[in-house]
T-cell receptor, first 114, second 113 residues
Framework: GAVVSQHPSRVICKSGTSVKIECRSL??????MFWYRQFPKQSLMLMAT?????????EQGVEKDKFLINHASLTLSTLTVTSAHPEDSSFYIC??????????FGPGTRLTVL | AQKVTQAQTEISVVEKEDVTLDCVYE???????LFWYKQPPSGELVFLIR??????QNEISGRYSWNFQKSTSSFNFTITASQVVDSAVYFC??????????FGAGTRLFVKA
């Protein structure tokens, strides 16, 4: 099946620094990718929809200036957490949509902000 | 509004017991897709099944079976003869096609040896 990768799988950073997470669709082109955040023992919450060649669409309550999304190619979307704080510590998961009824999820990135 | 409700927060069973995870959804769309995912401790989501709104046939895959009933807006998941390896969080999800995927809160399943 199709594969979506994320890099890095884990990252620990100091408060105030920025962290970039990459999401790649390895064997298909994805015009639309999604970024989710999952806090411990909670469900996945959609943060934003990343569209290739255009601005991302953010969900209500998600700060677009803090979570910068770039979808520069059909196989790569990046999420940059700017000026990270401990409350941004979470599990970030991306997905890439292949068809209207099919999306593939990345393995996730665990971010810890000290 | 679109919503997915998984009323069971945690379920604990003993190995070899059967267990059913409930999922109730809400949508006004006539075309939609329902999913079940497994999330083991590693965190990576494992796709289990996809059902579209026009296909109410129940499905069985090994020890897993799914019961889709549009009349009650339910898409329940049964594991037969549970095993310790089935311990995970299971998410039911709703997708109205190409846009947002709405996840339920998840059900944490503990299978004891």
């Amino acid at each position: 099946g199709a594969v979506v990768s994320q890099h890095p799988s884990r990252v620990i950073c100091k408060s105030g620094t920025s962290v970039k997470i990459e999401c790649r669709s390895l064997d298909f082109q994805a015009t639309t990718m999604f970024w989710y955040r999952q806090f411990p023992k909670q469900s996945l919450m959609l943060m934003a929809t990343s569209n290739e060649g255009s601005k991302a669409t953010y969900e209500q309550g998600v700060e677009k200036d803090k979570f910068l999304i770039n979808h520069a190619s059909l196989t790569l979307s990046t999420l940059t957490v700017t000026s990270a704080h401990p409350e941004d510590s979470s599990f970030y998961i991306c997905s890439a949509r292949l068809r209207v009824d099919t999306q593939y999820f990345g393995p996730g990135t665990r971010l810890t902000v000290l | 509004a679109q919503k997915v409700t998984q009323a069971q927060t945690e379920i604990s069973v003993v190995e070899k017991e059967d267990v059913t995870l409930d999922c109730v959804y809400e949508t006004r769309d006539t075309t939609y897709y329902l999913f079940w995912y497994k999330q083991p401790p590693s965190g990576e989501l494992v796709f289990l099944i996809r059902r579209n709104s026009f296909d109410e046939q129940n499905e069985i895959s090994g020890r897993y079976s799914w019961n889709f009933q549009k009349s009650t807006s339910s898409f329940n998941f049964t594991i037969t003869a549970s095993q310790v390896v089935d311990s995970a969080v299971y998410f039911c999800a709703l997708d109205t096609g190409g846009f947002k995927t709405i996840f339920g809160a998840g059900t944490r399943l503990f299978v004891k040896a």
